[in-house]
């Protein structure tokens, strides 16, 4: 059976209570257990310790609910390898996630591992035919298919620094890429994107500023490789074909923004990109006079902004598709300038060049 328009928001409204529920007993599970986030190194932005783990509630009821779908469906055999090729690489990612988590892993262990995983999945996608946009050569494609997804499982990673943030910006994502993949009649894609907004909107209500539990590594790269592979499985169906790949990096414009930023940044001071600190958007947002609650709003109201940009290129590729396209690079080029020249949150900021109410950042 196809699903209608009507039976994907009851998918998405089962995953956002699913999740919601879920994360009660999780939440209790992790600080049974010890797994606290402590505010014991410099770029910890929180007075109290924190449960972990929140993302294995995300996780949970993106593959339940998903394979339920998929159960659901006249053509399980078809559908089933399709949602698998999404969602076993992440599942296998967000189990090293839990597991750094529960005990630390060293970052170069984890890069590798990362990249080995993607060359897996890089490697079925494009013999399956399930790549929506490909390049003429295999080599290629599959070189910028682990790039790619490499990079947002890395992203998603970084991004999650605010209460709120990362799982309200991948909400909007999910129901972008939702709003193309439905359109085009790509039902598996639809499904478990839709699936992704919902649960990860019920994992807000709990994620919200002030925040009782975070999603943790294994939250971050299990969410970061279904948006990946699924922004590689979407057909936006756009000619030329550049018109289409854009549209990707203009849906997550906003964490790869994030990103850039925070390696830039670490780059031009001489540390590795793969220390942690108060240089993403979110803590210069802060530095700059706003609460982390309208620091997380500011960040999804900015991924809003592109996602309507991605979608109104989408529907308009022929008369509006190249002048979005330029506006869109436009505002994201302007975004980073701002933010690489915000003042950030370095341990030798001086007290006295803080707000009072932003001087517990500096503990």
Known sequence: MSFSAGQFALLGIMAFALSGLLTWPVRAIAIRIGAMDKPNLERKIQKEPVPYLGGVSIALSVITLTYAAVVASDFTKEKFPLASFVLVPAIILGTMGLIDDLKGLPALPRLYFQTFVALIAATVLIFTGSVGVAFGH???????????????????????????????????????????????????????????????????????????????????????????????????????????????????????????????????????????????????????????????????????????????????????GTLLIALAALMWLSLFLFFIRTPMLTPTTPLDLLPVRLRWLTK
Not at 179 to 186: E, F
Not at 246 to 271: E, F
Not at 278 to 295: C, F, I, N, P, Q
Request: glycine residues 10%.
């Open 138 to 320: 295999n080599v290629v494609s599959g070189a910028l298919t682990i790039f790619w997804i490499v990079g947002i499982c890395n992203s998603i990673n970084f991004f999650d620094n605010l209460d709120g943030g990362a799982a309200g910006t991948v909400a909007v994502v999910t129901l972008g890429i939702f709003v193309i993949a439905y359109d085009r009649g790509q039902e598996s894609v639809s499904a478990l994107a839709i699936v992704t907004a919902g649960a990860t909107l019920g994992f807000l209500m709990w994620n919200k500023s002030p925040a009782k539990i975070y999603m943790g590594d294994a939250g971050a790269l299990f969410l970061g490789v279904v948006i990946s592979v699924l922004t590689i499985r979407v057909n936006p169906g756009i000619t030329p074909s550049w018109k289409s790949l854009a549209l990707m990096p203009i849906l997550l414009a906003v964490p790869i923004l994030d990103t850039t930023v925070a390696v830039t940044s670490r780059l031009s001071r001489g540390i590795s990109p793969l220390t942690g600190g108060k240089d993403h958007l979110s803590h210069r947002l802060v530095l700059k006079g706003l609460t982390r609650k309208t620091a997380a709003i500011t960040l999804w109201a900015m991924s809003a902004v592109f996602g309507v940009l991605a979608i109104a290129i989408y529907f308009n590729p022929a008369t509006l």
